[in-house]
């Protein structure tokens, strides 16, 4: 079972509204990801972090923005929400090294309704 | 453009039939890996084959990957209705730390 956590699992919000996900490892990997995932439908990544301080954007243009002080800990944040905004917002982790295998542990998802 | 392409996209068979979802993908890879989703949940990591490997099983779950094809196909033999779920397939380019994914196949069994 892996070790990460999201807060909250489900969220309700209005419009115009900000609002933060939270994940948290205890794992100590280095690599951090958020995906966004509609039902039934593929991932799409989002942003990234190789480590503290370091974050990056992935394929998927997203209005969010992320931050990386702690190992453990990777926030999303949405300054002001949308009902475009509804979707499963999946965190993951992994190992980060030259021999690791890129297998993903992921938390159980925020699912984000925007009103 | 995702790398994965699976098929079917959906499946739907009797408790107890073997279940057999397939992957494809277009550019030389590192590793290849099955995940399970259950609906509403995060996702669980299943089985990694290498690209020098042509087999792998873990229990009831047998992964074959042909290089030269491009594909993969994950076979769950004796279903069980908790078997039901979304499985993706994933791959990891040597060039790249990050894994691609395919669009998922939707498997439902019945019981």
């Known amino acids: 079972e892996a070790d990460i956590y999201q807060t909250p699992r489900y969220l309700v919000i209005g419009t115009g509204k900000k609002i933060t996900l939270e994940c948290s490892q205890t794992?100590?990997?280095?690599?951090m990801y958020w995906y966004q995932q509609d039902p039934g439908m593929e991932l799409h990544l989002i942003h990234y972090?190789?480590?503290?301080?370091?974050?990056e954007k992935g394929d998927l243009s997203s209005e969010s923005t992320v931050s990386r002080i702690r190992t453990e800990h990777f926030p999303l944040t949405l300054e002001s929400a949308r009902p475009s905004h509804t979707s499963q917002y999946l965190c993951?982790?992994?190992?980060?090294?030259?021999?690791?295998?890129?297998?993903?542990?992921f938390g159980e998802g925020s699912r984000l309704t925007v009103l | 453009s995702q790398q994965g392409e699976e098929d079917p996209q959906a499946l739907s068979i009797q408790e107890g039939e073997n279940a057999t979802m397939n992957c494809s993908y277009k550019?030389?890879?590192?590793?290849l890996q099955w995940y399970r989703q259950n609906s509403g949940r995060g996702l669980v990591h299943l089985i990694l084959?290498?690209?020098n490997e042509r087999e792998k099983h873990s229990g009831r779950l047998r992964v074959t990957l042909d290089t030269s094809k491009k594909s993969s196909s994950l076979l769950i033999t004796a279903s069980r209705a908790a078997d039901t779920a979304s499985y993706f397939c994933?791959?990891?380019?040597?060039?790249?730390?990050?894994?691609?994914w395919g669009a998922g196949t939707k498997l439902i069994i019945k019981p």
């Open positions: 972090s190789y480590g503290v301080n370091s974050t």
């Open positions: 794992m100590g990997h280095d690599k």
């Open positions: 550019t030389s890879i590192n590793n």
């Open positions: 993951a982790s992994s190992l980060f090294g030259g021999t690791n295998t890129g297998e993903l542990f």
């Open positions: 994933a791959t990891k380019l040597d060039s790249n730390y990050q894994l691609i």
């Open positions: 084959i290498r690209s």
